[in-house]
Structures are given as structure tokens and as C-alpha cells.
């Protein structure tokens, strides 16, 4: 009998590699309402409102892609246990257990998944007190959507070796994951390659994602898609694209999951239900190009990288 690794107690922080790194970290910090942490030449650390050491890292790459996604999980002794645990699963770490070494410390261990994306697994990072206030800025990243060649590959993994739990289908074309009552922190959608789709950013309230869109709009910044609400998840959208491209959102509002009441159910995937107050309209040709991005070799495309794509079980 083969576990999942681990409890995650949620989606902590998202790592993009950017091919505009200094334009990006400026973009995150002076309109989209990030704090920056810390930032050198290679990279930038940002913060949102609430209590994660830094809800984004940006890191300075060639090309477009995913640098990581970290989860919390409760403890050091549950990090060295989902080690021996990922050992059944046949898949070897590409890092840790043991200090992760990262700009807000904390006990981790990574390893890659079925398409070479960076899971991190980390406990006992940076504790920072929130911020207060009522400005319209993130909360923090809430959830990240990729692009997979196989849905249902990718859909088992992350149930069988992270214990995710599925909360909707869009059809066959998206499946919505979650690890806490949010009723998704990762959603996968059928693609013909692997990517970033995009990541969303939590705003409290329908009132601060309003005035967020406005801010941006101030800035000269308009919606690729949006502000709608969504049918799966129930959540408001507006995306938008950061200097190098890739596709971030406003959202607010995820519904909450009772855990041994909910009911997975498949969403046709008709206008009435993708955008539930009919202010967004269908996503146009150019939403769909920045959310497909380039394909996303991950970890089996680094320098130094010692494993291959297939390589795991
Ligand atoms: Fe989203």
C-alpha cells in the first residue's frame, strides 16, 4: 500500500522563471501590489499581505517557465517522513529532507513530478506578521493552473503521491485539485504541452479585486479576461499578462469545502457556467496563447540536471 507523501496545508508560494526578471519584480511590486523581500541581479522575492515569508520568487531564465511550487507542511518530522514515503512511490528526491537554504529559510525536500515540474514540500519557513490595512493588493498566491499533456496522469499523481482530492471536472479539459477547504490550489487543463497557465493571487473580497482591476487600469493595464465569475470553484477571475507574458490573475471569493459533504461534480463547459455574471464574454485568441505559454520541460531541461524525462515511476 503505497500513501501520499504527506498532510499539505497549503499552496505557500510559486516560483516563475521569467525572461524579464527586472521588469516583472518592478510589475509585481508597484502595480500589482506585491511587497518586495529581496532581489538581487538573478531574482526577486515577493510578498502579499498575509503570513507567507513571500507568496512569488522570480528568477531570472532564457525562457518563460515554472521555477517551483511550494506547499506547507506541518513539520520537519513530516518532511523526513514524506522522504521515505516518496522512496515507495519510486521517485528520488531532487533535494533534501533538510534545510532548504532558501531566502526564508525553512525544512523541505523537492522532487519532480510525471512532467518535470518542482514540488516543494517545506516546514518551518520565516514566520512574518501580516500586514494590515485595506488597500486592493494580494492576500497571496491562492492557486496555480498548468498545462499537462495528460489530464489523468496528471490528475493521479498528484492524488496518489500528494493526497490532493479532486473538487470538479471542466469536462475532460480541467480538473480542480485541492489540499484545504479552498476548492482548488492547483487545477490542471489538457494542453499540447506542458506549462504555466497561470497563477491566481487572493484578494479578500469582491470589493478589493474591483478596485485592483482599477488601480490597473490606472496604470494603463486592462484585462486580457474579465472580471467574470467562474462556475468550478465559484470564484471571480480577472487575468492579465506580466511583462514577460505569463498569465496572473485577481481572484476572490473560492468557495470553501465541506470535506465529507462535497459532491465532485463535471461542469459542461457552455458560456452561462464559465462566466457566471456574463461580464467576460468568451477568452479570446490572445488570453488562450499567453495561458498555453511554451513548453515547459522543468526539471528534466536544467543544467545540471541529473534525471530524465520518463526516468520516473
Ligand atoms: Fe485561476
Redesign the pocket.
Known amino acids: 500500500m503505497r500513501h501520499p507523501i504527506a498532510r499539505l496545508r497549503s499552496l505557500r508560494s510559486v516560483e516563475l522563471r521569467t525572461s524579464a526578471v527586472a521588469e516583472s519584480a518592478d510589475f509585481y511590486a508597484n502595480v500589482w501590489g506585491l511587497r518586495l523581500v529581496d532581489g538581487d541581479a538573478g531574482g526577486a522575492w515577493l510578498r502579499g499581505t498575509g503570513d507567507q515569508h513571500h507568496a512569488l520568487q522570480l528568477t531570472h531564465a532564457e525562457r518563460n517557465g515554472l521555477g517551483r511550487i511550494s506547499f506547507a507542511v506541518g513539520t520537519p518530522r513530516e518532511i523526513d517522513e514524506a522522504a521515505r514515503r516518496l522512496a515507495q512511490h519510486g521517485i528520488v528526491p531532487l533535494s533534501g529532507p533538510g534545510p532548504t537554504g532558501n531566502v526564508g529559510a525553512g525544512y523541505g525536500l523537492q522532487f519532480a513530478d510525471l512532467e518535470g515540474r518542482v514540488i516543494e514540500l517545506v516546514a518551518e519557513t520565516l514566520a512574518v506578521p501580516k500586514i494590515g490595512g485595506d488597500d486592493a493588493v494580494p492576500v497571496g498566491v ?4 498548468l498545462n499537462t499533456v495528460d489530464i489523468d496522469a496528471a490528475v493521479r499523481f498528484y492524488e496518489d503521491v500528494l493526497g490532493m482530492r479532486v473538487s470538479d471536472w471542466s469536462e475532460h479539459q480541467m480538473a480542480f485539485l485541492r489540499c484545504n477547504s479552498d476548492h ?1 490550489s492547483i ?1 490542471f487543463n489538457q494542453s499540447g504541452w506542458a506549462s504555466v ?4 493571487y487572493e484578494m479578500p473580497t469582491v470589493d478589493h479585486f474591483m478596485r485592483g482591476i482599477g488601480r490597473l487600469r490606472h496604470h494603463g493595464i486592462t484585462p486580457l479576461w474579465g472580471p467574470g465569475k ?1 462556475g468550478p ?1 465559484d ?1 471571480t ?1 480577472s ?1 492579465f499578462a506580466d511583462p514577460a507574458g505569463l498569465v496572473c ?1 485577481y ?1 476572490s471569493g473560492i468557495a470553501q469545502i465541506v470535506e465529507d459533504q462535497w459532491l465532485c461534480r463535471v461542469w459542461r463547459r457552455v458560456p452561462e457556467l464559465s462566466d457566471l455574471w456574463g461580464t467576460a464574454g468568451p477568452p479570446s485568441q490572445r488570453v488562450r496563447e499567453h495561458m498555453a505559454g511554451i513548453p515547459d520541460a522543468g526539471a528534466f531541461d536544467r543544467p545540471g540536471s541529473t534525471i530524465e524525462q520518463g526516468a520516473l515511476s
Not at 491562492?142 to 493552473?145: E, P, Q
Open positions: 491562492t492557486h496555480v493552473v482548488h487545477a497557465n497561470h497563477v491566481a467562474h470553484g470564484n477571475f487575468y490573475e481572484t
